[in-house]
């Protein structure tokens, strides 16, 4: 499953990175065993600043931990984090979705500005 941000409905037309997704299976990679029974892994795209203020003393993670905010095993080098099965991790990880969808929605916003100064 793919979050994107779309207001205008083109992505028919103008694709783009989606800034979070749901994954339950090994099939893109490996790293997080998702093929145990029930787990799932959330991925969220942040800003740069905001995920190099995360994990800004590196560190090394267990990709395959269950509730655990990391960087995401294969995306971290575009700012990419993720979280299998997050249950008491919630509440931090809903403030990270919703910062991931405003920044979304401001590169959309900032991408159109620049192709109506082109038009």
Request: glycine share 8%; proline share 7%.
């Amino acid at each position: 499953m793919f979050a994107i941000y779309d207001p205008e409905g083109d992505y028919e037309q103008r694709p783009r990175q989606g800034w979070a997704t749901i994954v339950n299976s090994d099939v893109n990679d490996t790293a997080s065993d998702l093929g145990r029974p029930g787990v799932f892994r959330l991925n969220i795209g942040l800003p740069k600043a905001r995920f190099a203020a995360l994990f800004a003393a590196g560190g090394a993670h267990d990709t395959t931990a269950l509730d655990v905010v990391m960087p995401h095993p294969v995306y971290a080098g575009y700012h990419w984090i993720c979280v299998l099965n997050p249950d008491t991790t919630w509440p931090e990880v809903r403030g990270f979705l919703d910062e991931a969808h405003a920044f979304a929605a401001r590169k959309h916003h900032n991408a159109a500005k620049r192709r109506d100064q082109r038009a």
